[in-house]
């Protein structure tokens, strides 16, 4: 079936460095991806998305891109704030999946100042 | 600003209790979900519908129930609970289409005792 892994964490890092979450896919068919971020203490929010393969995805700084030949979906910030702290979750959608949304385990970032 | 309410954030309930989690959109998205969130294991998808009366089973259904009377509503039933059934459930909405962002409410965090 159709799934997401993205690396265990936490990850703790401090204020400016540079942050990369690995998030790969299965998938029977050609997903929407995105990356969602949870805040302490509230649901998910989107930070970004791609539809197609090579598409960029960017937000607040963070980017993703698709990246269909190794089925990966990275996400990159060049310098976090502590603000950034959260957990981040990778996710696809297939139209032929009904549309449901399948998420990986979730990364924790941790930065300190 | 668009919507996702959940009946409540924090629920304590007995063993063997019928329960029932309230969700509200505001948004007329045909798709809605619900999810539970576990350390380490991420959202997991319990059920979901893509309209009225219409629903579908997704990876854990078992123990769950849901209804759709109303577009605008999805309720989560716990026919019985049980201890491993404590957990974070989060509710979501989406319109149709691959790409569509899911909105997702803040969460009720379930303790069964």
């Known amino acids: 079936g159709d799934s997401v892994t993205q690396m265990e964490g936490p990850v703790t890092l401090s204020e400016e460095a540079f942050l990369t979450i690995n998030c790969t896919y299965t998938a029977t068919g050609y997903p929407s991806l995105f990356w969602y971020v949870q805040y302490p203490g509230e649901g998910l929010q989107l930070l970004l998305k791609?539809?197609?393969?090579?598409d960029k995805g960017s937000n607040k700084g963070f980017e993703a891109t698709y990246r269909k030949e190794t089925t990966s979906f990275h996400l990159e910030k060049g310098s976090v704030q502590v603000s950034d702290s959260a957990v981040y979750f990778c996710a696809l959608c297939l139209k032929a999946a009904g549309n449901k949304l399948t998420f990986g385990g979730g990364t924790r970032v941790l930065v300190k100042p | 600003d668009v919507k996702v309410t959940q009946s409540s954030r924090y629920l304590v309930k007995r063993t063997g209790e019928k329960v029932f989690l309230e969700c509200v959109q505001d948004m007329d998205h045909e798709n809605m979900f619900w999810y539970r969130q576990d350390p380490g294991l991420g959202l997991r998808l319990i059920y979901f519908?893509?309209?009225?009366?219409?629903?579908e089973k997704g990876d854990i259904p078992e123990g769950y129930s849901v209804s759709r009377e109303k577009k605008e509503r999805f309720s989560l039933i716990l026919e019985s609970a049980s201890t491993n059934q404590t957990s974070m459930y989060l509710c979501a909405s989406r319109a149709q289409g691959g790409y569509a962002e899911a909105f997702f409410g803040q969460g009720t965090r379930l303790t069964v005792v």
């Open positions: 791609a539809t197609k393969a090579d």
């Open positions: 519908s893509y309209d009225v009366k219409m629903k």
